[in-house]
């Protein structure tokens, strides 16, 4: 710029190089002799996105094989990153809904079952079971990994024989009625050993807890 307002430059063409990054960072316009080769700009970093490069319309432009012959504007184009969910069973690593996402995207975590009377499903996003997750919102970023907290009763007629337990830290809570029966008793050794269990919460319509219910 200098040269220019010197004279030193002469006759020579100089032409003006725009950058539109998309994000909240200003770059520098450059002033170039038509014929030049623009200088990269530092790499631009955006949370969720990688820069997939410097674009003039629909074609991207190359720093080393292109020369400028014009005023031009080059714009970032920014392609969101794909993330992935890993859904914890147990032990065991299962298929649930979604298996991918990026930060543009905003839904439900789909329940391998529906939250009855029965059957009570919870995601956690740590294997600790401190903090359930329902959905992605959008602006979420990073590979996740989520963990199931669920628990099935057994029952026959007004008695609950049992349960099933995937998880820790389970907070069982026992109907007064499932099916349209009154639940009054709570069999022998139905819960015993189940060390996942953190309380329990009993309906007033109990009248009967066997021996070793919860030992």
Do not use: M
Not at 6 to 21: M, S
Request: proline share 2%; aromatic share 12%.
């Amino acid at each position: 710029l200098d040269d220019l307002v010197n004279g030193r430059l002469g006759t020579a063409q100089i032409v003006t190089v725009k950058f539109d990054p998309g994000i909240e960072t200003k770059i520098d316009d450059q002033l170039l002799q038509k014929g030049d080769r623009i200088k990269e700009p530092e790499k631009l970093t955006r949370e969720g996105y990688t820069l997939d490069g410097w674009y003039v319309g629909e074609n991207k432009w190359s720093f080393f094989g292109y020369v400028v012959s014009e005023d031009i504007t080059l714009t970032a184009k920014w392609e969101p990153i794909v993330y992935t969910i890993t859904y914890h069973y147990g032990d065991n690593i299962i298929q649930n809904g979604k298996s991918t996402y990026t930060i543009l995207d905003e839904f439900d975590i789909e329940l391998l079952q529906e939250n009855t009377e029965t059957i009570h499903s919870e995601w956690y996003l740590d294997d600790k079971f401190e903090t359930k997750v329902e959905k992605i919102n959008e602006g979420t970023t990073g590979n996740l990994d989520l963990y199931l907290q669920q628990y099935v009763i057994y029952y026959s007629d007004a008695n609950i024989t049992g349960g099933s337990f995937i998880g820790s830290n389970i907070d069982l809570v026992i109907p007064s009625t499932l099916n349209g029966v009154s639940i009054t008793n709570i069999s022998s050794g139905a819960f015993q050993n189940c060390t996942q269990l953190r309380s329990v919460t009993l309906p007033n319509t109990i009248t009967e807890i066997g021996d070793r219910a919860f030992n």
